[in-house]
């Protein structure tokens, strides 16, 4: 009897070393289910972040030229690297018999297919990257281009590129603009600062004979972002009224050219030169609703970009920036003439001019 009694007590330990191993071993598992299920919530979620940060752009024309092999040009300014896994083609003028791509389907190509493309990879930050489509001859009908990437995003683009007509003007704005750029006035969108003021006032009537940093408000209309060059300039041209330009003056043949200069420049006391390299001012491309809000460009150098007077008054290489002023006491007109490049090129344009006034009694002007 003593011997069971040893037996039982043995069987019994080994009952709960096994329950205890059982529970360790269960703990185990769920740990290890736990971990993996978090590695599966991270991976997911990291993709899913990856796929909101993809934004893929075209540039204007959109299809480089008509037949086959057609190219187009595409920027990445999301956040990774987009992989292009399949193009869709669509044509979107069903009355065309004939055109290629028609239907519900239309043409897809992908990479390793007869029908194929190159260039998949984008990197992010990359711009105007040549894809080149092969096996589909593209005509002038119409089309919609769809680009799916490995993640499962889809942008897309039309061909012909639309025109971006832009928005009417109401009473108290007015468009002055017949290009890209466009300075849209009312009250406020023309503006100055002199002497030590940071916050400018409304640039209709100026003091004569004093240095001011001029304050425009201008928009993009264009569906690419634009560089301003250091060349964009106000020019002023000051006219006779009946008021003349002030005693003793004579005639009033002046003309002025006052230069754009950085943005961080608040008043002519002190001139931050436009290095339209390393600082220059960028207007944001026009979305499919319009221009991107406005910019505030400022003019106020005698000489443009990192340039000073010499010993005869020539602009030549080095600083400060000499400031710029009106001279006579008489109404100016204001023509406005912008430098810029868009796609690699530079492109000059003149925005209607505005009027203002140089006052000697400025801010009471006759």
Sequence with gaps: MRAKKGMSTIFGALFFVILILMGFNLMLWNFAQ????????????????????????????????????????????????????????????????????????GCIADPNGSTTFNNPNVKNGESFHLVKVTGIAIDNSGYRIIVATTRGNQFSFYFPWPSNLGGGSNSNSTNTAHGALDVKFDLNSFNFTRGTQTVPQQGWTVPYSTNVIWWVKVVNNAVNPIVLSKYTSLYFVCYQDRFGAGAGTGTCTETDLTYVVDNRTMNPGTIYQYDEVNRPYTLPAAGPNGPTGSTTVKFGSFCPGQQTFDSNGNCVNGSPSPPQDVDFPTP???????????????????????????????????
Excluded: W
């Excluded at 590695?39 to 008509?66: C, H, K, W, Y």
């Excluded at 037949?67 to 979107?92: D, E, H, K, W």
């Excluded at 000697?360 to 006759?366: K, Q, R, W």
């Design 332 to 366: 100016y007109l204001v023509f406005m003439g912008f430098f810029y490049k868009v796609n690699g090129v530079i492109v000059g344009q003149t925005i209607s001019f505005v009027a203002i006034r140089a006052c000697a009694t400025y801010p009471s002007c006759p």
């Design 34 to 105: 736990f971990d993996a299920y978090n590695r599966v919530i991270t991976t997911m979620g990291l993709s899913d972040q990856q796929r909101s940060a993809e934004a893929l752009t075209f540039n204007p024309p959109g299809i480089m030229n008509t037949g086959s092999p057609f190219n187009f040009t595409v920027n990445n300014i999301g956040g990774v690297t987009s992989t292009i896994a399949r193009i869709y083609v669509q044509n979107l003028a069903p009355l065309n018999v004939g055109s290629p791509c028609q239907g519900a389907t």
